[in-house]
């Protein structure tokens, strides 16, 4: 039986295991999904045991993605580019890192979402990892402008700074309700935690609605609660929306096609994941 498992620290409230093994078992792959525990400090030697010939790889979690690609034998060239993994391959004992939380976000977007970006202009809420995947996504998918607010301004600048000029715009934070009125946002998405539960912010939306046209698509990464603050103010405001479940499942997906080179189960994989979450 093969192995393949996701490494974080702590790992315990991860669900990966729950809706990877739902799409090895609906598929009938001899192969068993596990969640690892692995502290910083034993991060090098774990991702060398992946060179196992009955080790298919990992994912990768909150605090080890940015470490974790300096231990691999090799990037791919968009996780190389984006500067951190959540996917480790073993290739015939060459470990290749892989960023799936950019196709995830895509992917989410026009299979659940049915929106394309091509062309639009976007805001992004947030400037961490998150978000950086998304702005990558989005440039790639062909969105025309994209402007990212934080509370910390310096950080949604470097990420801007990472494309031409004029193509990827930083503001403030308390800038965003102005910048919904002077420009035709066709998408928006939630970036931050606010909202998810059990959060500091568990009850708090991070955009008001006040400004926002009912044609503005809305998206939340935020996948638990089903429905967060932000997204219960889009519903009110007739919003289309989508919540963050489908990315999990998505970027998910990507990393069981790269270790089995199947198309995954999507159906399957979130019907698992969706149980796993709303039930608890």
């Not at 990768?60 to 993605?65: A, E, F, S």
């Not at 196709?103 to 990892?129: E, H, M, Q, W």
């Amino acid at each position: 039986m093969k192995s393949v498992g996701i490494f974080g620290y702590p790992i315990s409230h991860s669900i990966s295991p729950i809706f990877q093994q739902a799409a090895f078992d609906y598929l009938g792959i001899d192969a068993i999904y596990e969640s690892w525990c692995v502290d910083p400090a034993s991060l090098g030697e774990r991702i060398g045991q992946l060179r196992d010939q009955n080790l298919l790889g990992c994912n990768v979690t909150i605090p080890h993605k940015v470490v974790a690609k300096e231990l691999v034998d090799r990037l791919d060239p968009l996780a190389e580019k984006i500067g951190s993994i959540n996917t480790i391959v073993n290739e015939n004992q060459e470990l290749v890192g892989y960023n799936t939380d950019i196709g995830g976000f895509i992917r989410s977007l026009l299979v659940y979402g049915k929106f394309n970006p091509d062309g639009k202009t976007v805001l992004v809420i947030g400037a961490g990892g998150a978000a950086r995947a998304a702005v990558y996504g989005l440039e790639s998918e062909g969105a025309s402008s994209i402007y990212i607010v934080n509370r910390t301004v310096a950080k949604a600048e470097a990420i801007a700074n990472e494309f031409p000029e004029g193509q990827v715009v930083a503001e403030s934070y308390d800038s965003m309700n102005s910048l919904i009125r002077s420009n035709n946002f066709s998408l928006i998405v939630n970036c931050s935690s606010m909202g998810m539960k059990d959060g500091t912010a568990e009850f708090l939306s991070p955009l008001d609605f006040k400004n926002v046209r009912e044609d503005v698509f809305i998206y939340d990464m935020v996948y638990t609660p089903e429905m967060t603050p932000f997204l219960r103010l889009a519903r009110e405001n007739k919003n289309h929306h989508l919540g963050g479940l489908s990315m999990l499942v998505m970027q998910g997906a990507e990393s069981f096609e790269l270790w089995t080179g199947r198309l995954a189960p999507l159906d399957v994989m979130f019907s698992a994941a969706a149980q796993a979450v709303y039930s608890r």
